[in-house]
């Protein structure tokens, strides 16, 4: 199993976020399985990792950015303070 630094996560998340065909469906290219699939493989060259890890990786982190932002929705309509929602840096970047 692939090791994930906070580093590495910071990484994979700028790389994905310029490949916009894997996440934007205004991309002209959003629909183009081979595209998107070489898109992965050259996110995987960058990381050194699989194209399969590296898609698995994002898949789970924008899971937890829902449940986070979903936390974080809930926690500020208690009453709490903005300071006192925590969303970690990995998870912030992924709001772009």
């Known amino acids: 199993m692939d090791s ?5 996560i910071l990484c994979l998340i ?4 310029i490949k916009t065909l894997l996440w934007d469906p205004k991309n ?6 081979n595209l998107k699939e070489d ?3 050259e996110i995987a060259d ?3 990792s699989t194209a399969e890890q590296c898609r698995k990786k994002i898949i789970s982190l924008l899971a937890s950015f ?3 932002k979903n936390k974080t929705k809930q926690g500020t309509s208690t009453g709490k ?3 006192e929602v925590y ?3 990995p998870m912030k970047r992924l709001g772009f």
Not at 14 to 17: E, R
């Open 39 to 41: 898109a992965w493989r």
């Open 87 to 89: 969303c970690s840096l």
């Open 46 to 48: 960058e990381m050194e």
């Open 28 to 33: 002209e290219n959003h629909f183009k399985k």
């Open 14 to 17: 700028n790389v994905y976020k």
């Open 66 to 68: 829902r449940r986070e």
């Open 81 to 83: 303070g903005r300071d």
């Open 4 to 8: 994930w630094s906070e580093e590495k």
